[in-house]
């Protein structure tokens, strides 16, 4: 329960700069805590082997790439702030929301599984093993994906003169 | 925008650009240079070479004392090469006054500038490696140039800064074992060679690094007036030595060695073939070394030069330098101008850096093998 | 901690994501709203994988395969903020105006 | 099997602490002697005795030096972002002591004994980057930032092939497929299990031996993941004075350095684990083998850096991307034909 | 060269390499572990000029002419003498060299007409401050009164000597010219 607490507090606080703060790099940063956060409720919920992949490809990869992307761009400025009817436009819309969403919530029942599943179920080697058989077209799928993004990425990043494409 | 926080790329006048101190102070900068670069990301737009920052005001102590007086001052012009610029005043004043110099004191003279030439060649080698990122051959490198200080030495007295020369002859004679010395180390120095070529030469990593970077065409080295090893680098076989004689170098045999690739690696072999030049010229004066006088009984002091302009050249171990004397007929010169070759060959880097990297930038500056006091003077 | 729990918390995290998503104009500050939607919605998979499903395999699943996608959105996207900035020498979405009809 | 140290306090605080606390003194012991190693194998390598005064062979040089570090003023530089520039050297060093505690120094010593240990350390090693980075870009300094992005950049491209030559080891583990027996039952090894790793090596069936070209990539990128030269690039000090730590002095600077140093000391103990056979050996005891080998890798990493020059970024960008992701890729792939064609 | 070979190639300079830096391992260390063990000096050896003492004057021999001084590009000498009291040879009663500013040329050994310049043997030189004079005086002083009566009682005997010399010359002289003089007698045993 504290540890489950301490995850949210970390976590928010987290999103909380990561949507606040102007200085963009910052606010990567902060998306860096909110992600640490994450990788840690998946840990408490079970999986750490699914937390690993949130910390080596999230906190890793995709933040390391947007600070990145920020120096190479000089997007670090700081960008006007938005009008005040924007914001509470969007606090509307985002709090409607919250609410509207958190009443089915709290009113929701879920049923449990009538029997949990075994520990080894759990384990990466189960997790793999489904993989690659029931859910081979999401692993299949994944990798096109991903094949085609790289090749989108690198189509739309190049210069216009034929140079070494920045990893 | 400075406000904010982390180094803002400070935009240029151009999209994407943004101006790179390197230097004065700087691990790589030979130094005090400093190049004012102009970067987009790694890449170098332009290349401004900012200099003067060891001004000492070589040219203007030289009309303020003696000719003899400013003997010390030579060698601190160009310290790695402090023996030659240091001969080279002597001639220089000998041919202006009309002063004998007797033969064992020219042989005496070309061995120890010779020694100074493969000395500096070798500190140069060891600091490129420094620059490429390779510490472990500078120190192998100065355990062979200890071996020329040393010798060195024994007979000047000095490690770095010689006042070995004056008007008509040396300070000391050499004795034998002087001789047995410097042999030694040329069989010494050309063991070491194979072990410099495999360690270094053959390196894949210092060839990637050299090959093809930096290039410096003919057309832009007779531009700049680029000479030395940077210029024969690039094909065109010049050297003092050779194309105006002096000091006795006539009488030697010896080679000068050209690549036509004007890279780096070029660069590199030049100096390195120079090296095994230098101890071919070295093995003959020891075994021509003549009995006799090293010089005047009495020091040379008071000149009576004629009136009007001089120009002596020599080549140094970065490239001719000339010294241009304008004498009003007294002991002290009216104006004495040196044109070094580092000057010369840093100017040409302008052209040579662009669109470079910011890491060749550091390989080339290093191979042309830059002394930044003999810039400044 | 309940499931319900869970829950609020991945809503919460949606709605700061959404949030951003609409105030900001700066795209990479954009894309960390969407990221950070994203992330609510894996917390959500993960939370029911716990407490509900029966094989606790597929929620694992499905985040990894979230991940992933993430990834790859991401690098499409910041290879267009790299792309509008040399054209525009700005990323502000207030300014991309070509593509409107 | 390892026992871990919770199973053998059952509070997990006090594991936790004991863990932390063992970790820490390993990896302080393990700098000095590894800052002292440094500097004899380079003075011996280039004909000079290297440290001498302080302590016999100067053995306590590294102490001295840690005590001026301590005692010099911590300069904090005009305009850095000052919560990136302070979390840095924590964000760096951090991830150190986590993957260290992931390591089987033995059949009996291991810190913790995780399903999944392989994946964490690599995990762990990506953290690194963004502490980089924020120092690289909390600094205001050119240098930092440009050193700080090399570093970035060449760090995420060398984890692809660490992974996969890593991951040529994992199918090896599992096609080898030896049952042990693990308190009491018969257990499959699991390739992603560091101490399942080494006992699927147990008679000097080395990983080396059936996956050379694994082991070869493996260390050329722990080189580069380590920043080590030829690979130093992030921190070549002829071209960007020290990279993404040049604005940080004092303890800072320490931690930087700390970090660095006990980088290399893991990636040479993961490399044991992966293809030396970790603790396994005759005669000696565990420990003793795991730390032969990974000092003797270290060894050969102070070799390799006081004989090369350094790379140019795009040639060492170049060498990942065209020679050694290709060369993984076709190794990870004869890996899985071969172990499928002896399989079936 | 396909990029396979060329990758072959590259390994095996690079193992080459190691080659050569591993024999260099158990070779022989080329440094001097400086404090404990000193270099030797070569007998050129150029440091901060000394007083040369001479064995027939049992001292120095400058004559305090100002050559050297003249000479020094450095203006780092400062000289004081000349004529002394009681003896007719020139002594320097000040003679201090600023070795901060001296390049050690050795243009005032060369100049020096009596020869009583040379290189002393002055090695780890270091120190706090910027002056950085040295009396080169120093070890004569004590010791010169006694030359100088020494040097008084030698020019007086080599006065002396000359007096009698001269005086002997004059009377020969005077013998001479007497003889000289004297109409010329017939001889006494012609007589």
Redesign the interface.
């Known amino acids: 329960m504290i540890a489950g607490g301490l995850i949210v507090m970390l976590t928010i606080a987290g999103a909380l700069i990561a949507i606040a703060q102007g200085n963009i790099v910052r606010a990567i940063f902060g998306l860096g805590v909110a992600l640490a956060g994450v990788a840690l409720a998946f840990l408490a919920l079970g999986s750490p082997f699914v937390a690993a992949m949130e910390v080596l490809i999230y906190i890793g990869g995709i933040t390391v790439a947007m600070v990145f992307a920020v120096m190479l761009s000089s997007a670090g400025r700081k960008e006007p702030a938005a009008p005040i009817s924007r914001h509470l436009m969007a606090g509307l819309i985002a709090l409607a929301f919250f609410v509207g969403v958190a009443i089915v919530i709290t009113g929701a029942e879920f049923a449990s599984p009538s029997e949990p599943a075994s520990e080894a179920a759990w384990s990466v080697a189960e997790l793999g093993r489904h993989l690659l058989n029931r859910f081979n077209v999401v692993f299949e799928a994944l990798s096109v994906v991903l094949l085609l993004a790289i090749i989108g990425a690198i189509a739309i990043a190049r210069r216009d003169e034929p140079e070494e494409v920045a990893p | 925008m400075r406000q904010s926080a982390g180094p803002t790329l400070e935009r240029t006048d151009e999209a994407d650009t943004y101006y790179l101190n390197m230097g004065p102070q700087h691990p790589s900068m030979h130094g005090v240079l400093r190049l004012l670069l102009k970067l987009r990301g790694e890449e170098i737009v332009t290349c401004e070479p900012v200099i003067g920052y060891a001004h000492r005001a070589h040219e203007k102590m030289a009309e303020n004392r003696n000719y003899i007086m400013f003997i010390p001052n030579t060698s601190r012009v160009d310290y790695l090469s402090g023996m030659i610029y240091n001969i080279a005043f002597c001639q220089a004043i000998e041919k202006l006054c009309s002063i004998e110099v007797p033969e064992r004191a020219e042989v005496i003279r070309i061995i120890a500038c010779e020694l100074n030439r493969i000395q500096s060649h070798l500190l140069w080698f060891g600091t490129f490696l420094l620059d490429l990122g390779g510490i472990t051959p500078f120190l192998y490198c100065f355990d062979d140039r200890e071996e020329i200080l040393d010798i060195l030495d024994r007979v000047t007295g000095s490690r770095l800064t010689y006042a070995y020369g004056r008007f008509g002859g040396v300070t000391m004679d050499v004795d034998q074992d002087f001789l047995v010395r410097t042999l030694a180390f040329v069989k010494r120095i050309r063991s070491r060679f194979p072990m410099y070529e495999k360690l270094v030469g053959e390196n894949v990593i210092f060839r990637e690094r050299c090959e093809g970077v930096g290039v410096i065409t003919p057309e832009v080295a007779r531009q700049y007036g680029v000479s030395g090893p940077t210029l024969r680098a690039s094909g065109i076989g010049y050297d003092v030595r050779r194309a105006e004689p002096y000091g006795g170098y006539d009488r030697f045999d010896f080679e000068i060695p050209t690549r036509t690739a004007g890279d780096c690696m070029a660069r590199f072999e030049v100096r390195m073939a120079e090296m095994e030049q230098s101890c071919r010229i070295i093995e003959q004066a020891v075994a021509a070394m003549p009995e006799g006088p090293i010089g005047p009984k009495k020091l040379v002091q008071r000149l009576k030069p004629p009136e009007g302009m001089f120009y002596f050249a020599v080549e140094s171990a970065r490239g001719h330098f000339g010294q241009y004397i304008l004498s009003d007929g007294s002991n002290t010169p009216l104006k004495l101008k040196m044109r070094t070759p580092s000057f010369s060959n840093l100017s040409a880097m302008e052209t040579v850096l662009e669109g470079t990297m910011v890491a060749d930038t550091i390989a080339i500056v290093g191979s042309i093998d830059i002394v930044m006091p003999e810039i400044d003077r | 901690m309940t499931i319900h729990m869970w829950l609020l918390f991945a809503l919460a995290l949606f709605c700061m994501g959404l949030y951003a998503t609409l105030v900001r104009r700066n795209l990479i500050a954009i894309l960390i709203g969407i990221e950070l939607m994203l992330n609510a919605a894996s917390i959500n998979f993960m939370a029911f994988n716990k407490f509900v499903a029966s094989d606790p395999v597929v929620g694992q699943i499905i985040v990894l395969f979230i991940i992933g996608l993430a990834a790859a959105e991401v690098a499409i996207a910041l290879s267009i903020v790299l792309a509008v900035y040399r054209e525009h020498a700005n990323i502000d979405v207030s300014d991309l105006e070509e593509l409107k009809g | 099997m390892p026992t871990t140290l919770i199973e053998q306090f059952g509070n997990p605080a006090i594991a936790i602490a004991t863990g932390v606390g063992g970790v820490m003194t390993v990896l302080s012991l393990n700098a000095l002697f590894l800052i002292w190693l440094e500097r004899k194998v380079s003075a011996w390598i280039q004909r000079r005795m290297g440290p001498m005064e302080v302590g016999f062979h100067g053995v306590f040089q590294t102490i001295a030096d840690m005590l001026k570090l301590l005692g010099k003023q911590l300069i904090t530089p005009k305009g850095i972002d000052k919560p990136l520039y302070h979390l840095a050297p924590i964000v760096v060093f951090a991830p150190v002591v986590a993957a260290t505690s992931l390591l089987p120094f033995s059949k009996s010593v291991a810190i913790s004994n995780i399903d999944i240990g392989l994946v964490l350390i690599f995990v762990f090693g990506g953290f690194a980057v963004v502490g980089i980075f924020m120092a690289g870009w909390g600094s205001n300094n050119k240098y930092a930032l440009l050193g700080a992005m090399r570093s970035v950049a060449q760090n995420i491209s060398y984890e692809i092939p660490l992974i996969l030559s890593a991951l040529a080891v994992v199918l090896m583990v599992s096609a080898v497929g030896r049952e042990v027996p693990i308190d009491g039952e018969i257990v499959a090894l699991n390739g992603l299990n560091l101490a399942h790793i080494t006992m699927a090596q147990v008679h000097w069936t080395w990983f080396i031996l059936v996956q050379p070209v694994a082991a070869l990539i493996y260390f050329i990128s722990v080189l580069a993941e380590t920043n080590r030269a030829p690979f130093d690039i992030p921190e070549a000090e002829s071209e960007l004075v020290a990279g993404f730590h040049t604005e940080y002095s004092g303890m800072r600077f320490a931690l930087f350095f700390f970090a660095e140093f006990s980088n290399m000391f893991i990636g040479a103990m993961v490399a044991t684990v992966l293809f030396l056979g970790g603790w396994e050996g005759p005669i000696l005891p565990g420990p003793v083998w795991f730390f032969l080998k990974t000092y003797a890798l270290i060894f050969i990493m102070m070799w390799v850096r006081w004989t090369y020059p350094r790379l140019r970024f795009d040639q060492l960008m170049t060498f990942c991307w065209a020679i050694l992701i290709p060369l993984s890729i076709l190794n990870l792939l004869v890996t899985a034909l071969v172990i499928k064609v002896v399989q079936s | 060269m396909t990029?396979a070979a060329r990758?072959v190639?590259?390994?095996h300079?690079?193992l080459?390499?190691?080659?050569?830096?591993?024999k260099?391992?158990f070779?022989?260390?080329?440094?001097l572990?400086y404090p404990h063990e000193k270099p030797e000096l070569?007998?050129?050896?150029?440091s901060l000029i000394k007083l040369k003492r001479f064995d027939e004057l049992d001292s120095h021999d400058c004559v305090a002419c100002m050559q050297c001084v003249k000479?020094?590009?450095?203006a780092c000498i400062t000289i004081e003498g000349g004529k002394v009291d009681g003896i007719k040879r020139k002594r320097a009663t000040l003679f201090e060299v600023d070795f901060a500013l001296c390049?050690?040329?050795?243009?005032c050994i060369?100049?020096c007409p009596t020869d009583t310049l040379e290189?002393s043997r002055l090695y780890d030189e270091a120190g706090y401050e910027r002056a950085w004079t040295y009396d080169l005086l120093a070890e004569f002083r004590e010791e010169e009164p006694a030359f100088r009566e020494r040097q008084r009682v030698q020019e007086e005997q080599e006065a002396a000597e000359k007096e009698a010399k001269r005086l002997a010359a004059e009377q020969a002289k005077a013998a001479k010219e007497a003889q000289a003089s004297k109409p010329p007698d017939a001889p006494e045993g012609t007589t």
Do not use: M
Request: charged letters at 15%.
């Open positions: 990029l990758t190639h590259g390994f300079t690079l080459t390499g190691l080659g050569v830096t591993f260099q391992i070779k022989r260390n080329v440094t572990q070569s007998k050129a050896y150029r000479i020094c590009p450095s390049s050690v040329c050795g243009l060369d100049v290189y």
